[in-house]
């Protein structure tokens, strides 16, 4: 996720406020978790409470890293780039 962030960023040529890139990283993880559930039931025919385990944390299930990851992305590559 961070590679393809920084090339999305990198060759856009697009410049993003801080605020800015929180949004992108939050329509990014919205969309990310609607696939993954939406998908998850209709298409692959999953039950929604097999879906909801696998964010439990408590359980040892850390899916959850990926779609934080993707939230918080372009931000923290923004802020690489500008170093």
């Not at 605020?19 to 929604?48: D, K, R, S, Y």
């Not at 909801?52 to 040892?60: I, P, T």
Request: aromatic share 20%.
């Amino acid at each position: 996720m961070w590679v393809v962030t920084y090339f999305v960023l990198y060759f856009s040529g697009i410049t993003l406020t801080d605020q800015q890139a929180l949004i992108m990283g939050l329509v990014w993880f919205v969309l990310t978790i609607c696939f993954e559930f939406l998908a998850g039931h209709f298409v692959f025919g999953n039950p929604w409470d097999k879906l909801f385990a696998d964010y439990n944390v408590l359980q040892g299930r850390i899916w959850i890293l990926v779609p934080l990851t993707t939230l918080f992305a372009p931000f923290l590559i923004k802020k690489l780039m500008e170093a």
